[in-house]
């Protein structure tokens, strides 16, 4: 496998599986777009041991062998894996935090075993390795300016929480299938939803009642997380900010459909999608030329 392949491989990958991200990625200058495809490439493919329906082998042994060569590819040695080469390259070339992977493979094996979450505070440790890492992991492909890059952590952070809660309360029926709950227990009694409620074919009134409170939930994550954008440089602006309306919009399209998670999976219609595309390539274009003319001093 060659870093070309391995790279159009995670390009691939995060084409197939992470369409609102992929379409943000577009708005990135070229060079970044594979570091960022890399970083969800490897993501998903961990994700996909864990969670694939169609995974039929030792899940535990498929991670625990990905977890190795992980390690290994980290220490210099070789791998033979076709997605870790563009990820490993990207770790090295960003000088990204082995705590970070070693946070996030971690994750990927609590959801082997660990089903339900007593309270929002044990959801958020889960969430720290699935999700926040992620947003610090892209945060130097991303480049804060200089200087901001420690202020610029926490908002990354935020933005990987809000876009996995809202994940969370848009597949709640498929992640029940699986044998999860990704709802507190605490929250769940708190509103009176029993786990039997989470598989009926409709939602009931006290459920869409506890998807209303975890929505405003992930509200406070997108708002904590809008600092960090103009942390960035500004080529990386536009691909925030449509990321972020893209996951809002999922969330928003759940508000619309009166939280009713169970009788259907909540889209952005692609035609908002693309809508809301373009009104941020005209600010990409605008600010990768200004970007270059600052460095190059082109006219």
């Given at each position: ?60 042994r ?25 990820f ?40 720290e ?41 848009r597949?709640?029926a ?32 006290a ?93």
């Amino acid at each position: 496998m060659t870093l070309t392949a391995s790279y159009e491989r995670c390009r691939r990958l995060h084409a197939a599986h992470g369409r609102s991200y992929y379409l943000a990625t577009r708005l990135l200058p070229a060079w970044k777009r594979r570091h960022v495809h890399a970083l969800y490439g490897f993501a998903r493919y961990a994700d996909e041991i864990v969670d694939s329906f169609a995974m039929t082998g030792d899940r535990a042994r498929a991670l625990d062998r990905l977890a190795g060569q992980v390690s290994a590819g980290l220490a210099g040695g070789s791998v033979d894996d076709p997605v870790l080469p563009a990820f490993l390259h990207t770790v090295r070339s960003f000088g990204i935090g082995h705590d970070d992977v070693a946070a996030f493979l971690g994750a990927m094996r609590a959801d082997l075993t660990v089903t339900r979450y007593p309270t929002y505070d044990d959801l958020l440790g889960y969430m720290e390795g699935s999700a926040a890492v992620i947003g610090t992991m892209m945060l130097p492909v991303l480049e804060p300016v200089p200087g901001a890059e420690a202020a610029a952590r926490e908002p990354a952070r935020q933005l990987g929480l809000a876009f996995q809660l809202t994940n969370f309360l848009r597949d709640v029926a498929e992640d029940l299938a699986r044998g999860r709950i990704y709802l507190p227990l605490e929250d769940l009694a708190k509103f009176g939803v029993e786990e039997a409620d989470l598989r009926r074919p409709a939602t009931g009134p006290a459920l869409r009642e506890l998807l209303a409170f975890e929505a405003d939930r992930a509200r406070e994550h997108y708002r904590a997380a809008a600092p960090g954008v103009e942390l960035l440089v500004a080529s990386s602006r536009p691909c925030i900010r449509a990321a972020r309306d893209l996951y809002g919009g999922i969330l928003a399209e759940i508000e619309r459909g009166g939280y009713t998670v169970l009788e259907r999976r909540a889209r952005v219609p692609r035609s908002r999608r693309l809508t809301l595309f373009g009104r941020h390539l005209l600010a990409s274009a605008v600010a990768g030329r200004a970007e270059l003319r600052t460095l190059v001093g082109a006219p």
